[in-house]
């Protein structure tokens, strides 16, 4: 299991602290480490429903949870990303 920083007193099933933010329609949050950066925007929210996207360099693997446990990290890119002009 991999360390991260806790911020509030939020928690996930089994007492992992996380840090949870609240976004609106258009708004973005930012994941940056050293060497790349990953914009996460709500595009659409719908019926119970939220449509994220996501703009991130090619070298960023991006995937489901629930593929987590049977996509090797060796495995090609299961999206296409098309940018809007």
Do not use: Y
């Not at 806790?6 to 992992?16: D, E, K, T, V």
């Not at 602290?17 to 929210?45: A, P, Q, Y």
């Amino acid at each position: 299991m991999r360390e991260s920083v806790c911020f509030g007193n939020q928690s996930l099933p089994g007492g992992a602290k996380v840090l949870v933010l609240s976004r609106k329609l258009g708004e973005s949050v930012v994941v940056s480490d050293n060497h790349n950066e990953v914009w996460i925007k709500v595009v659409r929210i719908s019926g119970g429903r939220v449509q994220i996207a996501f703009d991130a360099p090619i070298d960023v693997a991006i995937r489901r949870s629930e593929l987590l446990a049977t996509v090797p990290d060796s495995d090609p890119v299961e999206a296409v990303c098309i940018r809007p002009k």
